[in-house]
T-cell receptor, first 112, second 112 residues
Framework: LAKTTQPISMDSYEGQEVNITCSHN???????ITWYQQFPSQGPRFIIQ???TKVTNEVASLFIPADRKSSTLSLPRVSLSDTAVYYC?????????????FGKGTHLIIQP | DGGITQSPKYLFRKEGQNVTLSCEQN?????MYWYRQDPGQGLRLIYY???????QKGDIAEGYSVSREKKESFPLTVTSAQKNPTAFYLC???????????FGQGTRLTVV
């Protein structure tokens, strides 16, 4: 059973705000929600992490509702360089009993 | 600089040969992970280790082996039992209390 479910792909335009939602209905009490960005032929790069409510850093915001069964990554004013695959990951620190397991990711395509 | 290093970047092997991929980190992380990525696909967990001299199988461990004799090193051996070894292999590390993982640049293995 997949731990997370995300849209396979999304399109947007430069300057727009992009929201990518991830479903994780079976999230456990000790699980954190972490988002990564991956460019072709590179390793994923950490974007943001949260447990509940809202987290914001210099590149993105992460919204987590009270039931924690989903989360939304928000990218403000995207540019062409934000075209990448975005992964939502749910798990304990250090991987816990299952390791850090990635889903299939969302391929975000930004157009001019 | 602190980081995680994979070598080599490209590797070619003949079918039936075992091959070992190197992964070294100087981030003082307890947890290390190996992933396989096929074209257009997400990351699949092969093995992970949360402490020296201990490791666990991930989702696709068959045909692979690992060792964790030192905290800094987590080599992956792709054995001749792996039916489709050609892929992009990624190594990562994290602390035991965090899901923020740091990835190497990957090794692209081609078996001919």
């Amino acid at each position: 059973l997949a731990k997370t479910t995300q849209p396979i792909s999304m399109d947007s335009y430069e300057g727009q705000e992009v929201n990518i939602t991830c479903s994780h209905n079976n999230i456990a009490t000790n699980d954190y929600i972490t988002w990564y960005q991956q460019f072709p032929s590179q390793g994923p790069r950490f974007i943001i992490q949260g447990y509940k409510t809202k987290v914001t850093n210099e590149v993105a915001s992460l919204f987590i509702p009270a039931d924690r069964k989903s989360s939304t990554l928000s990218l403000p004013r995207v540019s062409l360089s934000d075209t990448a695959v975005y992964y939502c990951l749910v798990g304990e620190g250090g991987g816990g009993a299952d390791g850090l397991t990635f889903g299939k990711g969302t391929h975000l395509i930004i157009q001019p | 600089d602190g980081g995680i290093t994979q070598s080599p970047k490209y590797l070619f092997r003949k079918e039936g040969q075992n091959v070992t991929l190197s992964c070294e980190q100087n981030l003082n992380h307890d947890a290390m992970y190996w992933y396989r990525q096929d074209p257009g696909q997400g990351l699949r967990l092969i093995y992970y280790s949360q402490i020296v001299n201990d490791f666990q199988k991930g989702d696709i461990a068959e045909g692979y082996s690992v060792s964790r004799e030192k905290k800094e090193s987590f080599p992956l051996t792709v054995t001749s039992a792996q039916k489709n070894p050609t892929a992009f292999y990624l190594c990562a590390s994290s602390s035991r209390t965090n899901t923020e993982a740091f990835f190497g640049q990957g090794t692209r293995l081609t078996v001919v």
